[in-house]
């Protein structure tokens, strides 16, 4: 069993920054099976949509409407993923979501909400 705890969201200018964090807890066993952790968004009236993974050992994907504004990270250590969000349109406003897949059963965070608007 694997919880993921998001942060960071919040009301920002268009071209403004955000980030985000995914904080994963539980069973020592499970956190250590952790493969790819992952960032979704859904908009209202819209399906949920990849933004951004990354593995275990960095290698990273990105939908081609955040390449070269958005970029995830991960800390290990810390069982934690980022994504940071550069240059943002309004757009991107949606609820964010933290994926995580663990012998292939996939886990949430509950989202964070992003609203990109002057």
């Known amino acids: 069993q694997v919880q993921l705890v998001e942060s960071g969201g919040g009301l920002v200018q268009p071209g403004g920054s955000l980030r985000l964090s995914c904080a994963a807890s539980g069973s020592i066993f499970s956190i250590r099976a952790i493969n790819t952790m992952s960032w979704y968004r859904q908009a209202p009236g819209k399906q949920r949509e990849l933004v951004a993974s990354?593995?275990?050992?960095?290698?990273?994907n990105y939908a081609d409407f955040v390449k070269g504004r958005f970029t995830i990270s991960r800390d290990n250590a810390k069982n934690t993923v980022y994504l940071q969000m550069n240059s943002l349109k309004p757009e991107d406003t949606a609820v964010y979501y933290c994926?995580?897949?663990?012998?292939?059963?996939?886990?949430w965070g509950q989202g964070t909400q992003v609203t990109v608007s002057s």
């Open positions: 990354i593995t275990n050992d960095g290698r990273t």
């Open positions: 994926n995580a897949g663990v012998f292939g059963i996939e886990y």
